[in-house]
């Protein structure tokens, strides 16, 4: 399939979703979908996106047109499935359905997003989860909710293969940060072209160079935990830990990336990390304003440590904070300038 000219971009969002991922991507800027759907990308394949959110059709079975082909199998072009929010077990939906995409045209009845990825899946070019939801279950899958809803490779196996022969690309996130998910898109669009090599991923499916670090690693809030130096509560300027940040063992690029055009984020900017990108996410680091069990120990010990290197530091930050004393406007040059030369 390698080299293909033109891709269409099937999107659907019917999961137990809030469409922040569709509305998070509208304000990527490196690039924008402008840039991609404009062609402002040398190389990139001319690309077509289906997305309700953002189409430009009268929306009912106009929006519903290139999805119904796909489904039959008549679809012109190689085709991303993008899927948007967590999947629900219909095996237990009782009489009805928790959600739908579209209505049967035979019977009238809807047809469950489940129905849809069945169709749709094996026959996609590329499969994209975007959005913690649909990557790994996320909010609406946490314990006590009733639809047994899942993530999309929880749905179709870890192992699934899609017709470009890619595994589901993963891209967490709640929302999915702008640009993490427009620079994916990107990557296997020129992956397509026949321009990029296999997208690297890691056993939770995420592309490698954007969640292969952790928050902690790119928080510039890290100087402070160094040196023992913790926030008491919010509103300070010091590192979060004892007060909820997760950031040590969260994979996200957040804080060092910034939200939009590089500002915002979340511990960087005095929001604790509540581990949104995660596959535990989010029971495992519930309930958020509590500090992570794991953090006492390791801010204990970085607190003795600390407070002897700040004081360390603060006696030569004295030090460097003064000129040297050559620099003066007196009668004599003081700076031990010796000249190696005689008129
Ligand atoms: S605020 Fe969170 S991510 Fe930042 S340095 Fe502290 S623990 Fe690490
Ligand atoms: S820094 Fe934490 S809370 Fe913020 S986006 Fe990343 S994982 Fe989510």
Redesign the pocket.
């Known amino acids: 399939m390698a080299g293909v000219e033109e891709v269409d971009i099937l999107w659907i969002s019917e999961g137990m979703s809030c469409d922040g991922d569709s509305v998070s991507v509208t304000a990527a800027g490196q690039p924008s979908i402008e840039d991609v759907l404009l062609g402002a990308i040398p190389g990139l394949p001319k690309v077509n996106l289906h997305n309700k959110v953002l189409s430009p059709t009268l929306g009912g079975e106009e929006f519903l047109t290139p999805f119904r082909a796909a489904a039959r199998g008549e679809a012109t072009l190689p085709f991303v499935l993008v899927i948007e929010g967590s999947i629900p077990n219909e095996n237990i939906n009782g009489d009805g359905y928790w959600t739908s995409f579209g209505n049967d045209e035979a019977t009238g009845e809807p047809l469950t997003l489940n129905w849809w990825i069945d169709q749709l899946a094996p026959k996609a070019w590329g499969v994209v989860a975007i959005g913690t939801c649909a990557t790994y279950g996320g909010i609406h899958a946490m314990a006590g909710n009733p639809t047994g809803c899942m993530g999309l490779a929880d749905y179709l196996g870890w192992d699934f293969r899609s017709a470009g022969g890619l595994p589901i690309v993963n891209v967490p ?2 929302p999915v ?1 702008p640009e993490n998910f427009m620079e994916t898109l990107v990557w296997l669009l020129y992956e397509a072209a026949g321009l990029a090599p296999v997208i690297p991923l890691d056993d939770q499916l995420r592309p490698t160079w954007i969640f292969g670090k952790t ?1 902690h690693e790119g928080c510039d809030r890290a100087g402070y935990y160094e040196q023992g130096d913790f926030a008491a509560d919010y509103n300070s300027p010091k590192c979060l830990v004892k007060v909820g940040c ?2 040590p063992v ?1 994979n ?1 690029n ?2 060092k990336r910034g939200w939009m055009n590089g500002l915002g ?3 960087n900017v005095g ?1 604790i ?6 596959p535990g996410f989010p029971d495992k680091f519930m309930p958020f304003m509590d500090a992570p069990p794991g953090a006492a120990i390791s801010s204990n010990v970085i607190g003795a440590y600390g407070k002897a290197i700040r004081r360390l530091r603060s006696i030569t930050n004295k030090t460097v904070n003064k000129e040297p004393k050559w620099r003066h406007n007196g009668n004599e040059l003081t700076t031990g300038f010796k000249p190696t030369w005689r008129s």
Do not use: D, L, N
């Not at 990390?273 to 995660?278: D, E, H, Q, V």
């Open positions: 996130g709640c940060q928050v997760w950031g969260v996200c957040v804080p984020g979340c511990p929001g990390c509540i581990g949104c990108t995660m």
